[in-house]
């Protein structure tokens, strides 16, 4: 079975690119088979890590998947020419919700290069943004659903060692730190790609939890005090 990294590197043609908008999510099912358990603060930051990666992995094959459905749609056309097709496909993920304005700059270039019908050009550069960031939208969902999916299920962990009377009280309030990053990353997951956790925890307010209440002693117990 290939790797979630190979699912997206080998994006390199047309028909690779239509089999994955037909299953976008084997992206994600192949990152969740990927991922180890994580139950130390390194491996919860070496995890979150991985994860952020693996949605800046979506936009860089989302860049060669538009330079793609260029090169297609405007096989017949070329006023449009290469190094302008290459500056769509590099700055597509900034044009989600704005294709408006890719439509007038893809219409002012086909005019200044003597296109026959710079609306039809236009058109043809919108309808191939609109393929890919409906598979980058769909990459991410799966992926960020799994990040939500990790982080819910790391948090009862991270607030089970952030209460625990054998931890000295640094690593118990960095624990507490990682439990309610955990918790504001099962909210919204996208929190993953603002910083690393490390950064993340760092500037979160330092608490230190209430621990978790002791066993009470019994009969027998007082007898060995005694």
Known sequence: MSSAHDVLDHIRSLARLEALEAEPGTYA?????????????????????????????????IARAMRIRLDHALATDSSIGAPTRSVFASTIAGYAGRLPQLAQRARDVAVRGGAADPDGVADAVVDAARAVLGLRDALRAGVLDLVRALAAAAAPGADQRARDRNLDEPARRRWSAARRDLEAVAADPERVCTAAMTARLDAMPDQLDEPAPGRELTFADMLELD
């Open 29 to 61: 099912e192949r990152l969740a088979a990927e991922q180890s358990p994580a139950a130390t603060l390194a491996e919860l930051e070496a995890r979150d890590a991985g994860l952020a990666g693996a949605l800046g992995d979506i936009d860089a094959m």
